[in-house]
């Protein structure tokens, strides 16, 4: 796919000296948009993949089901609720609204200000003057021109308001039923050589699982994600000056776009640490996080190249060509490619888990549980574990047995018997013929030549003992008389 647009035919001089871009996420956009229930389907398939969701947190990701929150139940969040409900129809267009491209738009000219103003110390953790705050709110959520270059606004002020936004957001910027994915996420860590799940974490499943939860994202959120990390991540390159690391950052965030709305520190408990860690490890990895895998890209690469629709009565005319029945091999092949491109990744998914398993139970202390476990891996011989890679012995042949008398025809006939019985089967191919046996034909002729030799000389031999026998009683005879 990345040699597409190498040649571009242009009658524009102008336009010729221009590069040439091109978006390898092409054909995953082209999916989303126009066939979003088969995008979602295989992005899920592989976040599944990754992290272990159970029945209901997968269907409140997938939206079939309300999220299960933590503090949801509770008659306090019901309030806060029912309150934060009456603030957002007093709201303006932009602050306290569900997020759309507009209130966007008016954000990206606070987060373009602030990408030139990273140097101010204690930026996002520095409050600005309320004053301030309140007439530039007013001016965004009105749609009038702001022109924060001109010195009335400082950039604690306009980092104040950033963060008042997304918190005035009616859910999270990374959704509410995203939540229980993420705690998954940040449970992803490696295992060690004996199969054992250790505390160190596996940074690039973590990215692999965030790129593709963030692909589901609805389309405004992963806009203004994409745009705030970046910042945070901008900002983070700058601590020196600014004291303002990726984790100080985390910790001013996590609550406005990775926390449930309407929940306190009791409710989260033990998940604050996790919900923090989770967004510095976006902060620091940003710039990889808004691309899809490659493997997403050829799925759907091959889902357009392999089921494109003909548009022409010449396409139609094609197919009814002597030659077309040629071309429909070839096209059920790139219909293939998409349904194997998902299952290969899954089998190999389910070999490294084969894998581990079979080195933990190999390492288990000898036992009759360790050795009923290894009996069941012994009875699935297609499953690859580390033992089946050890190519195993061939089994030995079975001599045929050898009757007295097929010996005694060796011992008197020797090996021709044996070429005359193969030249009567079938005629052996010339390279399987032996240097010996290709030394008697040049000497003899053929095996039959060589049999008939054989015999001749035996009874030759016949004859001559029964001539002298009759010389031998001759001579008896006559002695006598």
Not at 289 to 297: G, N
Request: aromatic share 6%; proline share 6%.
């Amino acid at each position: 796919s990345d040699a597409i647009c190498n040649f571009v035919i242009c009658n524009d001089s102008s336009l010729r000296s221009q590069p040439i871009i091109f978006n390898p996420d092409f054909f995953v956009e082209k999916l989303r948009h126009e066939k979003p229930e088969v995008f979602t389907e295989l992005v899920v398939s592989n976040i599944t993949r990754l992290i272990d969701l159970p029945g209901a947190e997968l269907a409140q990701l997938m939206g079939e089901e309300d999220p299960k929150l933590p503090g949801a139940n509770s008659t306090a969040s019901g309030f806060f609720r029912s309150l934060m409900s009456l603030k957002r129809k007093e709201k303006g267009v932009v602050f306290g609204s569900p997020l759309t491209e507009e209130g966007i738009a008016q954000v990206s000219q606070l987060i373009e200000y602030l990408h030139k103003n990273l140097r101010a110390e204690g930026l996002f953790r520095v409050p600005g003057n309320s004053i301030r705050q309140q007439i530039l709110k007013d001016a965004l959520n009105s749609g009038t021109d702001i022109d924060l270059d001109s010195g009335e606004f400082h950039s604690n002020d306009v980092a104040t308001l950033l963060k008042m936004f997304l918190g005035e957001l009616p859910e999270p910027l990374l959704t509410h039923k995203h939540f229980h994915a993420h705690l998954k996420i940040a449970d992803l860590t490696l295992f060690d050589e004996k199969g054992n799940k250790t505390s160190t974490p596996d940074k690039e499943r973590q990215i692999e699982a965030l790129q593709l939860l963030f692909l589901i994202l609805p389309a405004p959120n992963r806009s203004l994600l994409k745009l705030l990390l970046d910042l945070l991540y901008q900002t983070a390159k700058k601590q020196d000056k600014n004291k303002m690391s990726a984790h100080n950052l985390a910790l001013m965030f996590a609550p406005h776009i990775l926390w449930p709305r309407n929940v306190t520190a009791n409710d989260l408990q033990e998940n604050i640490t996790k919900l923090n860690n989770g967004v510095t490890f976006m902060i620091k990895h940003s710039q990889k996080l808004f691309k899809a895998p490659a493997y997403i890209r050829e799925c759907a690469r091959l889902h357009y190249l392999g089921s494109r629709a003909h548009t022409s009565k010449d396409d139609l005319d094609l197919l009814t060509s002597p030659g077309s029945k040629d071309l429909q091999p070839l096209k059920s092949q790139k219909r293939s490619r998409l349904d194997t491109c998902h299952q290969e990744q899954t089998q190999q998914r389910t070999e490294e888990a084969l894998r581990e398993l079979f080195r933990h139970v190999h390492n288990m202390p000898d036992s009759a549980k360790k050795k009923k476990l290894i009996r069941q891996f012994n009875k699935h011989p297609a499953a690859l574990t580390p033992g089946s890679d050890v190519p195993t012995s061939p089994a030995p042949r079975r001599t045929r047995s050898r009757s007295f008398s097929g010996l005694i025809k060796r011992k008197v006939l020797g090996t021709p018997v044996i070429l005359e019985r193969k030249s009567r089967d079938a005629t052996p191919e010339p390279e399987r013929v032996s240097k010996e046996n290709v030394h008697l034909l040049q000497k003899c002729g053929s095996p039959a030549h060589m049999s008939q030799v054989k015999l001749k000389s035996l009874e030759g031999r016949k004859e001559e003992s029964c001539r002298r026998m009759r010389a031998h009683l001759l001579s008896k005879d006559s002695s006598s008389l």
